[in-house]
């Protein structure tokens, strides 16, 4: 028995790294319990010791050693509950230890099962959850997959740690380029700013502080494979990569795009930007259902109201006037007016209808244009029968739903219609 006990615990120390000053203070606490329970639970005077060299237990009532043939199958069966209780301990705080330091990093592991929404992520050694508020629209797993996503938060609990994942924070991007773009981590290339809406787009700010290293080219990649990698990680996530500018003006312009923008107007102290399109770069600018500015005012932090140059021209409200309130949408770094939001929706849905054979030259009247090609075709900013009528088949055909032939009807009508 003694000779097994040390075995077990030369054992434990070498595999789990648990000292054996640790096991043997825990067998002795334990196996003074034990005694206790024998010769009686009010005895203060008795104590118990397990030799470190030969594994032999003394039990003593003062200085009177005790002998009796229960301590035997006792000490056996105590000392392999504490050892079994001592190892669970110890890989719990192990493993709470590793992952705690890897907080803000990109973990890698299997779809386990699923609970209430929930995926439980196989990591190996343990089990990670990805709530559902953490995860993305629209992205499908199945059991056996295997998942990336970032350590959001590390606790212990009395079942063992609790890891957290997510695949919707904004961080989870800045890790992906910091992995994909050694510029990054290497101090050359600086994220500035994310502003991300998870599954539909992303915009991310970048700053170079090498003059000859040119910060959007280094994120992009040769012929686009850095950004293509995370793009497939994010499961067709889009991505605009930005440059940052200390000048408002160049950055915003850069937010905004690809939108041109005619004029802005600035008010510091309220940290709002009124900015003046085209209209026919409005719906561009404003983006579906808003997207676009909206992504842009988080990614700068100012609040941005898109107006056309038609509405600019007309005659401003007398200084009597009460101006008219608009509702804002809150975001997470700024906020964009409902109304501009509304403008551009309104121009989305209603394009000026120029008189041709009797007919209104719409997209909706185009040959093989229906309600799901049209919206396809207005976001990507194919927006007029001019527009389309100009358009190269090669472009048409990059969009969902539309293929060659479709493309060549689509384009052969806007230019009978015009």
Not at 11 to 35: H, Q, T, Y
Not at 54 to 82: H, Y
Request: charged share 35%; glycine share 8%.
């Amino acid at each position: 028995m003694n000779e097994e006990i040390l075995t077990v615990i030369d054992s434990i120390e070498r595999e789990k790294g648990i000292p054996k000053e640790v096991l043997f203070a825990a067998i002795e606490s334990a196996l003074l319990s034990a005694a206790k329970k024998i010769l009686g639970k009010h005895r203060t005077d008795i104590t118990v010791t397990v030799d470190r060299e030969t594994g032999r237990i003394d039990v003593k009532s003062g200085n009177k050693k005790i002998e009796s043939g229960e301590f035997g199958r006792i000490a056996a069966q105590t000392a392999k509950q504490v050892i079994i209780q001592k190892i669970r301990e110890a890989e719990r705080d192990i493993i709470f230890d590793d992952y705690h330091e890897r907080v803000g990093g990109i973990v890698t592991g299997g779809v386990h099962r699923f609970e209430r929404g929930n995926i439980i992520v196989d990591l190996g050694k343990t089990e990670a959850v990805l709530p559902r508020s953490e995860q993305c629209p629209g992205e499908r797993y199945k059991q056996g997959d295997r998942i990336r996503a970032y350590v959001l938060e590390v606790t212990k609990t009395n079942r063992g740690p609790q890891i957290i994942l997510s695949r919707s924070s904004v961080e989870f991007v800045r890790k992906l380029f910091e992995l994909e773009v050694p510029e990054i981590p290497e101090g050359i290339v600086e994220i500035k700013s994310i502003s991300r809406e998870p599954s539909e787009r992303t915009k991310i700010a970048v700053y170079s502080k090498d003059e000859k290293v040119d910060p959007v080219g280094a994120c992009v990649g040769m012929r686009g494979n850095r950004v293509k990698d995370i793009v497939r990680e994010l499961h067709g996530e889009k991505i605009d990569i930005i440059r940052w500018s200390e000048n408002i003006e160049e950055y915003l312009k850069a937010a905004l795009n690809p939108a041109k923008i005619s004029k802005i107007k600035m008010d510091k102290e309220k940290k709002s930007i009124e900015v003046i399109v085209k209209t026919d770069q409005l719906s561009i600018a404003i983006g579906k259902h808003g997207q676009n500015v909206r992504l842009a005012s988080k990614i700068i932090g100012w609040e941005l109201d898109i107006r056309p140059e038609e509405e600019q021209a007309k005659e401003a409200p007398r200084p009597e006037e009460v101006p008219h309130t608009t509702k804002k949408v809150q975001g997470r770094a700024g906020s964009v007016t409902k109304k501009s939001i509304d403008r551009g929706e309104e121009k989305i849905a209603a394009k000026e209808a120029m008189p041709t054979g009797g007919e209104a030259r719409t997209i909706k009247s185009l040959d093989g244009v229906g309600k799901k090609v049209e919206s396809v075709l207005r976001e990507a900013g194919f927006d007029t029968v001019e527009k389309i009528a100009n358009a190269e088949i090669e472009n048409l055909v990059k969009l969902d739903g539309i293929g060659k032939k479709k493309a060549e009807k689509i384009i052969a009508s806007a230019k009978e219609m015009m």
